[in-house]
């Protein structure tokens, strides 16, 4: 079912990124080239605001919307009809983000460089938020969930909510979609999609104040979107094809790991699966177990795809070379399926999430974890991290100083600011301690 790739013989000092480039598969997405189509949108919509945005929703979504703006009618209608058991399982799993997240966020630190001097250091939440919930193959509550959480979390006192007009739900978004954001409180949705939300994000139209923060997934135009806007307005990371690797040994359940590369080759049919045994047998086991379990898929057809293209099962010697092959493929969520599990995720260096043990299963952390599912993709997992309360904090500092203490530093600045021939900046402190 799917490719073997097979490393044995390898040491682990061999099996890094650069080695392995080009042999591990991942979908490749051309977000460069995307920066060029995009690009031109999101200036018109900052030349035109809410106009060019409702021209783009009717060129890309067939919907013509007279605002972006979903009336509280609408919201309140759509939580009225949530399924009862969709409405608990949401509310579980805000309470379970809420708790997770909440920890995450830092104390007021207070340094006392010298006698005179302190800098304390204080995490100030942004203003506002706008917050993307994609509308592509499915319908994405728990999104919404992941989003706004971390921001109400962090403090923010605005969040705006973007998610693609449906022209099956009379140009609103998914109701699903719509009652989840009625379920945290947020009553200002837009119906718009791709990058058109982001530039009214950016840039703030008639029906829609900037923002200060974007985040959200997206497809790869979304992802352009980000990248153009930048600087513009703060962003997560931008998010591709999703992934998974998983490191197994010959005590894991050759079931529970192709149920787990079915889950998520089930989200797009660029999906990338990757299996890194120690166990050769394993691996034929497994490939056993998807050709029953795929061929019983509700989405058989697309999970297919995803693992007959960029999926494979690697083969290494042993628990070290299977870390450095993930490390090197730096996976959007990792499942550690193997003795002494939580060990190993300790290890780990690279990984938007880790996923440790056979009860621990990506599903978990995509929707009840408490852990957030916004990860990142294509092996940005080496530099950007999950979604957290940290996007909508800025770190601030504040310094105190006494004269006497800045009597004491005035020499040193006299030297640095001599050195780099910034008179001014020595004078600034000299006019204040000098008798």
Request: glycine share 8%; net charge negative.
């Amino acid at each position: 079912m799917i490719s073997r790739i097979d490393l044995r013989g390898r040491p682990a000092s061999s099996l890094t990124r650069t080695e392995l480039a080009g042999v591990l598969p991942r979908a490749a997405t051309d977000v460069e080239t995307a920066v060029a189509q995009i690009r031109p949108l999101c200036e018109d919509v900052k030349r035109r605001g809410a106009e060019a945005v409702r021209e783009y929703t009717a060129r890309f979504d067939g919907v013509d919307l007279a605002t972006t703006r979903v009336p509280p009618q609408a919201l309140d209608a759509a939580l009225a009809g949530l399924d009862l058991r969709v409405r608990q399982a949401l509310e579980e799993a805000i309470r379970r983000t809420r708790r997770v997240h909440g920890a995450q966020l830092p104390a007021e630190t207070a340094t006392q460089v010298t006698s005179g001097l302190t800098v304390t250091g204080r995490f100030i939440p942004v203003g506002r938020a706008g917050v993307y919930v994609p509308g592509g193959l499915v319908a994405y509550p728990s999104s919404v969930v992941m989003n706004i959480v971390p921001a109400q979390a962090a403090g923010v006192t605005s969040i705006a909510v973007a998610s693609p007009p449906q022209e099956s739900h009379g140009g609103l978004p998914h109701p699903s979609v719509l009652a989840a954001c009625a379920l945290l409180g947020v009553t200002e949705v837009h119906a718009a999609g791709g990058a058109q939300a982001l530039a009214m994000f950016a840039y703030g139209t008639a029906d829609c104040r900037p923002a200060d923060v974007i985040t959200g997934p997206g497809n790869v135009y979304v992802a352009a979107a980000k990248r153009v806007l930048r600087g513009v307005v703060g962003t997560d990371g931008e998010a591709g094809p999703t992934e998974v690797a998983i490191i197994a040994d010959d005590t894991a359940d050759p079931r529970y790991v192709a149920a787990d590369l079915v889950a998520q080759a089930e989200h797009d049919e660029l999906a990338a699966c990757l299996l890194i045994t120690t166990d050769a047998a394993l691996a034929g086991q497994v490939d056993a177990e998807l050709t029953s379990q795929v061929a019983t898929a509700r989405h058989r057809e697309r999970v297919q795809t995803a693992l007959q293209g960029q999926s494979a099962c690697v083969i290494v010697d042993n628990e070290d070379a299977a870390l450095a092959v993930s490390d090197a493929w730096a996976p959007e969520h990792l499942e550690i399926q193997a003795r002494d599990a939580a060990k190993l995720a300790a290890r780990v260096t690279n990984a938007g999430a880790v996923f440790a043990g056979p009860y621990s299963p990506v599903s978990l952390g995509d929707y009840l974890a408490g852990s957030n599912h916004v990860l990142p993709t294509g092996g940005t997992a080496r530099h950007t991290s999950g979604l957290s309360v940290f996007p909508f904090l800025r770190l601030v500092n504040v310094i105190e100083c006494d004269r006497a203490a800045l009597a004491a530093t005035a020499p040193l600045i006299d030297a640095l600011g001599g050195a780099e021939d910034l008179d001014a900046h020595v004078q600034a402190v000299r006019v204040r301690v000098e008798s």
